[in-house]
């Protein structure tokens, strides 16, 4: 509009369009035009009443409401407003324009409503329409039956559409693409019927919805089909075969459904195909040998159960293969490689093959930016020189749990490298001296190795380093404080024995920092500038000594706070309820000391999910007035917006291996003297461990308000008084140690109300009377009220109503020496945070959980959660990372 000259005649301005009879002005497209503002309704842009085209499209009216006055351009047939941040609800008067033949109304954000009426007076008035764009606006309407019969494009994914399709969509005669996709409360019926062979539907994406039935013959007789995306529909049956009809198939997506059986071979037709994605199914038998020589791919069979060989005769045309997360076995030789010189993206990890590979084998493939072996059954060879092979543009290299014995002496020429993973391998001694030039890397996983020392890293170029559990026993280097652009460093269990170097925290990029499990000594360094971008901060079983530094308050953003097992000495910092973001707190073991008093805000922690401060020496009554600021264990299964998993959505550079993702927290559970590992933690994971400290009084009536805690130890205290009852609307809790204490008076009958409770130990106690009869207190071993002389019932030996005289209970101190730990008082709330798997991921960890007795209900069907969604995150994640590498090259 700068060039627009008001001494010059508007149907010469740029934009402008006017009818050459009348001169009457008739399209405007301002799009990319940079405008921004209001549009108000008595703009002189509604007095053009003979406009018949307008095109405001990608501009950037973000405080600006679509104006009613629209309704006043009766004459205009094409309207786009795509991309311009318009806010609010969509005016009614939008549905007079009865001329319209396209409206675009898409976005990439959804500000705009559209409420049922609008939606269905669109479809009423509007009779001459051939294209409509509404994504992502919210619709929450079901689709009306009367759909203009010119309709040729139609897309309203992610508007949040529900009901059944109406099976008419499917027969309007001009129709050519159809997205629905991402509604995921659509239900879809497919048409049975063959449709025409004259018909015109060619884009067919209905991913995230709910297609009823599975897939039809009759999709077979769409001649003209070329997209069909059928992504998390959840499909079942088999691959359906009429597909080898749609000879004009460019892109198929079945990926995330239940569909099984062989995959068969109905490709020989789809000469066109570019694109194939059928992971997260149950496939099984052989490759379709029809995908393997004239497809270019990307081809993506992740996640099912393809079993056999590869074959000698691999996919000439290919350039992205991943086969990764299958049954698949046999030798693999040379030339099975010899043939793949056009491949990009190679993926063969997690499966069954066999044999040696080496660099060699790959250097013909001059294209080649992405290699995964990851526990492929693979073994790589060391014993082959191969400073003369070059793989030019590598960028991407996992070898995790490929028997790697050294490192792989070709890297010296990848200078390209931007991603290495070669943790799980016997890789000993230290760095050679080229590594330090490998300068475009980016992520290096070097973990679970025999590495001795950590000089020649190229520090001043990673950001995600991981080199938890090797034997390095010296310093740290002095080139550590090189680091520039560093966001994750895991330098865990390892044997590393200093003071934690002031330079170390004074970075504001540093996100996660571990440290866990050294010989780190001294005081805690307290150089945490105003900027810090720590989210995660894990020291604990190390030395460390002296207050917690005060100027960790500068770390806004921090969500996990891991000092547990140390030697600190200190008071508890209240002034750490500054950090609104703390999802985990735990100071256990150490040497804290005194009441936990004079907090200033009336909510602190109000994030907090675990709070861990046993084994310490905190005196005075519970800390209520902390427990009334835990909003995050209150009222969750009313509050949707609290679940979820920790670090939701968080994004490194790692890239991705073997089915696991560094973009999701883990979990570490100590069983015994065992590890675990599992992927993501869920928020609802609630637990307070206020155990083996030296708290006195009673329990506060107030505990019951936080009744979405999963876990609750109190045990080894000095607490008096009676059971709460309160403790009633707990309903969520799963696990109560209240042992070791001075508890007195009866058990109330309404904790048989908590029909959660799977672990329970009250005993140690100065309890009386009949313990509560109910399913899940009759559950309950005699262990849970031991040392309570006076308690009767089942399932203690003593009746209820026989008299026998009171026992006079030993000093608590002498208790605890003469007695065991009751097995809840055993837990301890060891945070293992980070462990990481390996991988496009930063792990997230926590983990404790020892007992004596069965796992509780709560833990296997928690362990079944992380499952089920450590797949669905790992494969979007994967299929993300795949994208944004096609879009590059």
């Given at each position: 509009m700068?060039?627009?000259n008001?001494?010059m005649d508007?149907?010469r301005?740029?934009?402008?369009?006017?009818d050459i009879f009348?001169?009457?002005?008739i399209?405007?497209?301002?799009?990319n035009?940079?405008l921004g503002?209001?549009?108000?309704?008595?703009s002189?842009?509604f007095?053009?009443?003979?406009l018949?085209?307008?095109?405001?499209?990608?501009n950037?009216?973000?405080?600006s409401?679509?104006?009613?006055s629209?309704?006043q351009?009766?004459?205009?047939a094409h309207?786009?407003?795509?991309?311009?941040y318009?806010?609010?609800?969509?005016?009614?008067?939008?549905s007079?324009l009865?001329r319209l033949?396209?409206?675009?109304?898409s976005d990439e954000?959804s500000?705009l409503?559209?409420?049922?009426f609008v939606?269905?007076?669109l479809?009423?008035?509007l009779?001459?329409?051939?294209?409509?764009s509404?994504?992502?606006i919210?619709?929450s309407s079901s689709?009306?039956?009367n759909v203009?019969?010119?309709?040729?494009?139609?897309?309203?994914?992610?508007?949040?559409?529900?009901?059944?399709?109406?099976?008419?969509?499917?027969?309007?005669p001009?129709l050519?693409t159809?997205?629905?996709s991402?509604n995921a409360?659509?239900?879809v019926?497919?048409p049975?019927?063959?449709?025409?062979s004259?018909?015109s539907?060619?884009?067919?994406e209905?991913s995230?919805t709910?297609?009823s039935?599975?897939l039809?013959?009759s999709l077979g007789?769409?001649?003209?089909?070329?997209?069909?995306?059928?992504?998390?529909?959840?499909l079942a049956?088999?691959?359906?075969e009429?597909?080898r009809?749609l000879?004009q198939?460019?892109r198929?997506d079945?990926?995330?459904?239940?569909?099984e059986?062989?995959?068969?071979?109905?490709?020989?037709?789809a000469q066109?195909l570019?694109f194939v994605?059928?992971e997260?199914?149950s496939?099984?038998?052989?490759f379709?040998?029809s995908?393997?020589n004239?497809f270019?791919?990307p081809?993506?069979?992740?996640?099912?159960?393809?079993k056999?060989e590869?074959?000698a005769q691999?996919?000439?045309?290919?350039?992205y293969?991943d086969l990764s997360s299958?049954n698949?076995s046999?030798?693999?030789?040379?030339v099975?490689f010899?043939s793949m010189?056009?491949l990009?993206?190679?993926d063969?990890?997690s499966?069954?093959?066999?044999g040696?590979?080496?660099?060699?084998?790959?250097?013909?493939?001059q294209n080649?930016?992405?290699?995964?072996?990851?526990r492929s059954?693979?073994?790589?060879s060391?014993?082959?020189d191969?400073?003369?092979?070059?793989?030019?543009?590598?960028r991407?290299?996992?070898l995790?749990?490929c028997?790697?014995?050294?490192?792989?002496?070709?890297l010296?020429?990848?200078k390209?490298?931007?991603?290495?993973d070669?943790s799980?391998?016997?890789?000993h001694g230290?760095?050679?001296k080229?590594?330090?030039g490998?300068?475009a890397?980016?992520?290096l996983?070097?973990?679970h190795?025999?590495?001795?020392?950590?000089?020649?890293?190229?520090w001043q170029?990673?950001?995600?380093v991981d080199l938890?559990t090797n034997s390095?026993?010296e310093?740290?280097?002095?080139?550590l404080?090189?680091?520039?652009y560093?966001?994750?460093?895991?330098?865990?269990y390892?044997?590393?024995s200093a003071?934690?170097p002031?330079?170390l925290v004074?970075?504001a990029r540093?996100e996660i920092?571990?440290?866990?499990?050294?010989?780190?000594h001294g005081?805690?360094?307290?150089?945490?500038p105003?900027?810090?971008?720590l989210?995660?901060?894990?020291?604990?079983k190390?030395q460390?000594?002296?207050?917690?530094?005060?100027?960790?308050?500068?770390c806004t953003?921090?969500?996990?706070l891991?000092?547990?097992?140390?030697?600190?000495?200190?008071?508890?910092?209240?002034w750490l309820?500054?950090?609104?973001e703390?999802e985990?707190l735990i100071l256990?073991?150490?040497?804290?000391y005194?009441?936990?008093v004079a907090?200033?805000?009336k909510?602190?922690f109000?994030s907090l999910?675990i709070?861990?401060l046993?084994g310490?020496?905190f005196t005075?009554?519970?800390?209520?007035?902390?427990?009334?600021?835990?909003?995050?264990m209150?009222?969750m299964?009313?509050?949707?917006s609290k679940?979820?998993y920790?670090?939701d959505?968080?994004y490194?550079?790692?890239?991705?291996?073997?089915?696991?993702?560094?973009?999701?927290?883990?979990?570490?559970?100590?069983t015994?003297n065992q590890?675990?590992?599992?992927?993501?933690?869920?928020?609802?994971?609630?637990?307070i461990?206020?155990?083996?400290?030296k708290f006195?009084?009673?329990?506060?009536?107030?505990?019951?308000?936080?009744n979405?805690?999963?876990l609750l130890?109190l045990?080894?205290?000095?607490?008096?008084?009676?059971?709460?009852?309160?403790?009633?609307n707990?309903?969520t809790l799963?696990?109560?140690d209240?042992?070791?204490?001075?508890?007195?008076g009866?058990?109330?009958?309404?904790?048989?109300?908590?029909?959660?409770?799977?672990?329970?130990?009250?005993s140690?106690?100065?309890?009386?009377?009949?313990i509560p009869?109910s399913?899940?207190?009759?559950?309950?071993t005699?262990?849970?009220y031991?040392?309570?002389?006076d308690?009767?019932g089942f399932p203690?030996?003593?009746?209820?109503?026989?008299?026998k005289?009171?026992?006079?209970?030993?000093?608590?101190v002498?208790?605890e020496e003469?007695e065991?730990?009751?097995?809840l008082?055993?837990?301890?709330w060891?945070?293992?945070?980070?462990?990481?798997?390996?991988g496009?991921?930063?792990?997230?960890?926590?983990?404790?959980?020892?007992?004596?007795?069965?796992r509780p209900?709560?833990f296997?069907d928690?362990l079944?959660?992380?499952?089920?969604?450590?797949?669905?995150r790992?494969q979007?994640?994967?299929?993300?990372?795949m994208?944004?590498?096609q879009?590059?090259?």
């Open positions: 700068a060039s627009w008001s001494s508007c149907c301005w740029k934009g402008v369009t006017c009348t001169g009457h002005v399209g405007l497209n301002l799009s035009s940079i503002g209001t549009i108000h309704p008595n002189s842009l007095q053009l009443h003979h018949q085209t307008l095109d405001l499209s990608s950037y009216f973000s405080d409401h679509i104006p009613p629209i309704g351009l009766v004459n205009l309207l786009n407003l795509s991309y311009c318009f806010r609010g609800r969509i005016p009614l008067e939008i007079y009865s033949v396209s409206l675009d109304l954000r500000l409503q559209l409420n049922q939606f269905r007076m479809f009423q008035n009779t001459k329409l051939e294209l409509l509404l994504t992502p919210n619709i689709i009306p039956i203009s019969s010119s309709l040729r494009y139609l897309d309203l994914a992610a508007t949040n559409l529900h009901g059944d399709l109406p099976k008419s969509i499917f027969l309007l001009n050519e159809l997205r629905l991402y409360h659509l239900t019926s497919m049975k019927f063959n449709w025409s004259s018909h539907l060619r884009e067919l209905l995230s709910n297609i039935g599975g039809p013959s007789t769409l001649k003209a089909l070329k997209v069909v995306g059928f992504y998390y529909c959840n049956g088999p691959f359906p009429s597909i009809n000879s198939i460019t198929l079945l990926s995330y459904n239940h569909l059986g062989e995959v068969p071979d109905a490709f020989s037709n066109k570019t994605s059928l997260s199914n496939f099984n038998g052989p379709p040998s995908l393997r004239h270019s791919g081809l993506s069979l992740i996640q099912n159960k393809l056999g590869i074959g691999m996919f000439s045309s290919l350039k293969l299958n698949l046999g030798e693999v030789e040379e099975m010899s010189q056009n990009y993206l190679l063969l990890s499966n069954n093959l066999s040696e590979v080496e660099a060699e084998m790959f250097s013909s493939m080649l930016y992405f290699l995964d072996l990851s059954g693979l073994s790589w060391s014993n082959k191969s400073t003369n092979t070059t793989i030019p543009h590598l991407f290299l996992w995790r749990f028997h790697v014995k050294d490192f792989p002496d070709f010296s020429n990848s390209e490298l931007w991603i290495l070669l799980e391998n016997e890789i230290q760095f050679p080229w590594f330090g490998l300068v890397l980016q992520s996983n070097l973990s190795n025999y590495l001795t020392s950590l000089d020649h890293l190229p170029t990673p950001v995600f938890q390095p026993s310093p740290l280097p002095s080139s404080c090189k680091l520039s560093l966001t994750f460093l895991d330098l865990s390892n044997n590393l003071e934690i002031n330079c004074t970075s540093l920092l571990d440290l866990r499990a050294n010989n780190f005081l805690l360094p307290n150089k945490f105003k900027n810090s971008g989210i995660h901060f894990s020291l604990s190390n460390l000594e002296g207050p917690i530094p005060t100027s960790l308050v500068n953003y921090l969500q996990v891991d000092l547990g097992n140390n030697k600190i000495r200190d008071t508890f910092p209240t309820e500054t950090l609104q703390l985990i256990e073991s150490n040497r804290f005194g009441p936990i907090f200033k805000t909510s602190p109000p999910s709070f861990d046993s310490n020496s005075g009554s519970l800390p209520i007035e902390v427990l009334k600021g835990f909003k995050a209150m009222n299964n009313a509050d949707k679940r979820g920790l670090f959505g968080a490194y550079l790692q890239g991705s291996t073997s089915g696991e993702s560094y973009d999701e927290e883990s979990m570490i559970l100590f015994k590890e675990t590992k599992f992927n993501k933690i869920l928020r609802i994971f609630t637990t461990d206020l155990s083996r400290n006195e009084g009673e329990i506060p009536k107030f505990i019951g308000n936080l979405s805690l999963l130890n045990s080894h205290n000095n607490l008096t008084g009676h059971i709460p009852i309160e403790m009633r707990m309903s799963e696990a109560l209240l042992s070791y204490n001075q508890l007195s009866k058990i109330p009958e309404e904790l048989a109300n908590l029909t959660f409770l799977v672990v329970l130990n009250l140690h106690n100065h309890l009386v009377g009949p009869r399913n899940q207190f009759n559950t309950f005699d262990d849970s031991f040392g309570n002389h308690l009767c203690l030996s003593n009746e209820c109503g026989q008299h005289s009171s026992f006079v209970p030993v000093s608590l002498e208790q003469e065991e730990p009751g097995f008082s055993e837990m301890t060891q945070s293992a945070l980070i462990g990481f798997c390996c496009l991921t930063f792990g997230f960890a926590i983990l404790y959980i020892i007992y004596r007795f069965q209900r709560w296997i928690f079944e959660t992380i499952t089920h969604e450590m797949i669905y790992v979007r994640g994967r299929k993300r990372r994208n944004n590498h879009k590059r090259q």
